[in-house]
């Protein structure tokens, strides 16, 4: 990967905001589980990954802008020059920078300085000349699959790590496909101290939940006799049962609101769970036949549609 810009397809400028847009999206897109019989996908998302990494953390960033380091994090060459306008930067044997500034430079001390000709002469850099901080170990990425109602919850998730450290993780606030979690220290070791651990989150679907957002969707079947009599009934959620008060004379597509029942918000406060009534009739019921046999309604339920 030479420009992690260019994978995430992101400004030199852009935000981490925009950063983190640009992955979850090409995320979703590249992921291995939606790509199984594409190999080159799988390779991109991995490049992804890795500029994701390099981009949000402030200093290899700032790092790869001056020219330090390559789109895969390891150090330029020990004689690249970078830089705009006149000046820039080399990187002298044992990881040293010089500036040179916009006055331009004597190579010819420059080398001299470098490996000990000129009989003794000083370097001509003075106080400029400073030390590369040694290059950290790699990131490790994990895929954690949480279930539906966990992440509604927030219920912390068990985590083995690469080296076969199983950990307890608290799921953040917000939380959503694709969501990344950074441990750091948690990855490989390197001369710098240890990468961190990159966590994506996936929610698993679950049968009868939907997210809305910050809410929870779902569809509740319920009797004639209660959508015309009213009832009281149970209702699940992602925080156990509850009786909900079914009003009468419903019609199927009613939407009733169970505050409080839905997803954590980044605020701490959590969405609802939006119920919506659908009305289910029996497959064989020979007396309701009989009932809307004799019952005459002459209504024009269609009138508002002009038919």
């Known amino acids: 990967m030479a420009d992690p810009y260019q994978a995430l397809g992101v400004a030199k400028q852009a935000s ?63 004689f690249g020059f970078g830089g705009g306008g ?52 790699a990131n490790v990425a994990y895929r954690l699959k949480v279930e539906f109602i966990a992440a509604a919850t927030l219920e912390k998730q068990r985590i083995t790590l690469e080296d076969g450290k199983t950990i307890s993780l608290s799921l953040p606030k917000g939380v959503e496909d694709g969501t990344q979690m950074r441990l750091a220290g948690k990855g490989r ?8 651990a990159i966590i994506t989150i996936h929610i698993n679907n679950h049968p009868f939940y ?49 505050k409080g029942k839905g997803f954590h918000k980044k605020s701490g406060e959590r969405g609802d769970q939006l119920v919506t009534l659908m009305i289910a009739l029996p497959d064989d019921d020979q007396a309701l036949r009989d009932f809307v046999k004799d019952w005459d309604n002459n209504e024009n339920l269609r009138a508002k549609m002009g038919v």
């Open 16 to 78: 981490e905001k925009e950063i983190k847009s640009a992955y979850r999206k090409l995320a979703k897109e590249l992921h291995p589980d939606k790509n199984r019989d594409n190999p080159k996908a799988t390779e991109r998302f991995s490049d992804v990954t890795k500029a994701y990494d390099l981009l949000l953390d402030k200093d290899k960033r700032a790092q790869f802008d001056r020219g330090e380091i390559d789109g895969e994090g390891n150090p330029t060459s020990p």
């Open 86 to 137: 006149g000046g820039g930067y080399s990187r002298a044997p044992g990881g040293q920078q010089f500036d040179f500034g916009n006055g331009g430079a004597d190579f010819g001390d420059i080398f001299e300085g470098l490996f000990g000709g000129g009989g003794g002469r000083s370097s001509p850099f003075g106080s400029q000349q400073r030390s590369a901080p040694p290059p950290k170990g």
């Open 189 to 196: 070791p390197g001369p710098g101290g240890n990468g961190d």
């Open 210 to 258: 939907k997210r809305d957002g910050d809410n929870v969707a779902l569809e509740l079947p319920i009797s004639l006799k209660e959508a015309v009599e009213g009832a009281k009934v149970k209702v699940p959620t992602v925080d156990g049962p509850v009786m909900l008060s079914v009003p009468a004379n419903c019609d199927s597509g009613k939407i009733l609101r169970l």
